[in-house]
């Protein structure tokens, strides 16, 4: 499928100068966008990929089908918006973090599918890690303790269960790559780099240096040898010799990290937050890693230039899926904006409070058999408070984390970013900024990933001079001011707790 | 390219007839009046009720257009509407840096579904959820123009003078609609708010129905030229955008 987003040509201000690509490769489909100076839109065109379950807990993707598909999605966006490769001045790379993939470096072809960053297979490997005694090494080195979560574990059981793997990682024939080494590899006929913010999220990369760790491979038993060499977020890694003959690989970014950026959060304190089926919220941290404390993971921001920017992560497994889950199991809507329309039916919740702790609560919780629950139903309760109930969730699911990362620092969130599917709820966006006693705010073009990766291909080419010109281009759709009294908020904050806590040790 | 498809020219005279005959009609009387036999008539009313678009009484068995034909025009929900529109909107505020609504019948009033800023960093209120004047303002009078059965009769409404612009009399108001009918397209030159003008275009759902009006706001002297007419740039950015968001209608 897709979908033309460009403005009328006539109008276009990219006809005499160049514009910048991005490839968004995401979970479920890989995206072109192709963004003007001012950091419009001009086209997108977008192709799904297969999501392949051999095993509950496996999730899988074919890395060659998702090449094809960009080898596809990049020429059609070109296409509408009338453009030829010359006009390209450089493609930018977002991608799905962590999922894994090894392949041959002579014939290209991967040894097996990647193993996407939603499967679980690594258990054991990290449940060996942390009886080894290493949880302490990983935490100092790599920022965080072992988890299924990181691609590490994953290159791992790739090298201990796919034949002929390891003997040919160890004789130089087999490549490690996330997405982003595996396009730029394809692209560039064979450049082997990948971008500190991917390397961040392996849990082989040192947090300080922004090098592998011979510690933290000799732990994992990764040979050094097949992973590629870490780069900086905005530089010219190769040219690309197919798809865009001639034009410049010029930036690559995980996804949220290029959500940062997209979002010109380039001030400490600064925090964007995606929704989608969960959400993620980062805040800069400058040039200081931020503890670990409460859950939360330090990360790379970017690094654009000599100076890394560090990011403080907190995720939230579930919120745009539990809209779903409303819809899709319990049929009480018919699609997910729907669900704004029920709870405007209501005041308020009703005393009614829904915790999705679908597979355990995740920061700031971390408590692995802890269970959904309703709470508060009395006869009252009807469809439009459990929909309140549902949005109400992501707000104060928000607001935990914000809570975690003010405790961690100074320097207090004082408004919010926001992006993604989600932001279309105003009810719930305004919830938001009443749980957070907080601004929130959202960008024109809600392509925040997308415009990121863009933003560091850019700037390496010159594109853009420097990040001042970038800000420039944010500009305010919306603001949803908090408009909710001191008591209401403490008082539905110390409920959502009490929610919260029966949600607790369900599983035995 | 495939002629007119005869069972739908048949089914839109069928409408035709039921909605100007000012009576409801008996199967006899539609098969006499389109020159057809009975059972084809049937056929055609019979799924035409399954459509909720013709209504039969139970007593008399005759039949008059149905509700359906209503809530086509306002069955779309309003937060579905907004999740289709919202990226268009977005390209339309930044093509045009004008502010972008979004809005829809509501009783004798303009619903606003959805607002974006005008992208200039001027500090703005965001106004989803608020009702405004259908006589005085471009989305208003575009639901007037384009959605007549899902909005009051202008001589119904309350035409309250806002400025010395606004259409304050019934016959003020109709030469505007039927501007904007010619035009595609109906405006607003400072008759809500002095100096604010707008433009708004119908956003039209499978049928051709009219479901929205999507709409600019801008100063008016950045809005209108010299003649009064909106500026094409910014009527064409208008246009192309409720073209694309119409497209995203056609199917639920």
Partial sequence: MTTPVSGDGRSGDYRHSQVVAAIDQGTTSTRCLLFSRTGRMLAVAQREHRQHYPEPGRVEHDAEEIWRNVARVVPEALKRAGLGPENIAALGIANQRETTVIWNRHTGVPLARAITWQDTRTGPIVAELVEAGLTDLYSRTSGFTPATYFAGPRLRWLLDHVPGAREGAEAGDVLFGTMESWLIWRLTGGVHVTDVSNASRTMMMDLRTLEWSPKLLEALDVPERMLPEIRSNAEVYGVCTEVLPGVPVAGALGDQQAALVGQTCFAPGEVKCTYGTGAFLLKNTGPRIAGSAQGLIPTVGYLIGDEPVYALEGSIAVTGSLVQWFRDSLGMIGTAAQIETLAMTVPDNGGCYVVPAFSGLYAPHWQATARGVIVGLTGYITRGHLARAVLEATAWQTREVVEAMNAESGIPVTRLKVDGGMTADHLLMQYVADVLDVPVERPLGSEAVSLGAAYVAGLAVGHWSDLEVLRANWHRAALWRPDMPAEVRDRERANWGRAVDRSYDWVV | ?252
């Fill in chain 2, 1 to 252: 390219m495939p002629g007119p498809i005869q069972s739908i020219e048949r089914a839109a005279a069928v409408l035709r007839l039921l909605g100007g005959a000012g009576r409801p009609l008996a199967l006899a009387e539609l098969a006499a009046a389109l020159d057809l036999p009975r059972p084809t008539v049937h056929g055609i009313v019979a799924t035409l009720r399954s459509e909720g678009l013709v209504e039969q009484d139970h007593a008399s068995a005759l039949y008059r257009l149905g509700g359906g034909l209503r809530t086509l025009a306002s069955g779309w929900d309003r937060h579905d509407l907004r999740a289709r529109a919202m990226n268009w909107a977005d390209v339309l505020a930044g093509g045009t840096g004008c502010a972008v609504y979004l809005a829809v019948p509501e009783g004798a009033a303009a619903g606003i579904v959805h607002h974006v800023f005008r992208p200039d960093g001027t500090p703005q209120t965001l106004r989803t959820n608020t009702d405004h004047p259908l006589h005085a303002t471009a989305w208003g009078k575009c639901l007037l123009a384009f959605a007549p059965v899902s909005t009051p009769a202008p001589r119904d409404l309350e035409l309250r003078r806002y400025t010395g612009r606004t259409a304050s009399t019934v016959a003020m108001l109709e030469a505007h609609l039927a501007a904007a009918r010619t035009r595609g397209m109906a405006t607003d030159v400072g008759e809500f708010e002095s100096g604010a003008g707008g433009a708004a275009v119908p956003l039209r759902s499978g049928g051709g129905l009219t479901v929205a009006a999507l709409g600019i706001a801008a100063p008016v002297e950045q809005l209108f030229g010299g003649g009064g007419e909106p500026r094409p740039a910014q009527a064409d950015l208008l246009r192309a955008a409720g073209r694309e968001i119409s497209a995203l209608l056609v199917s639920r």
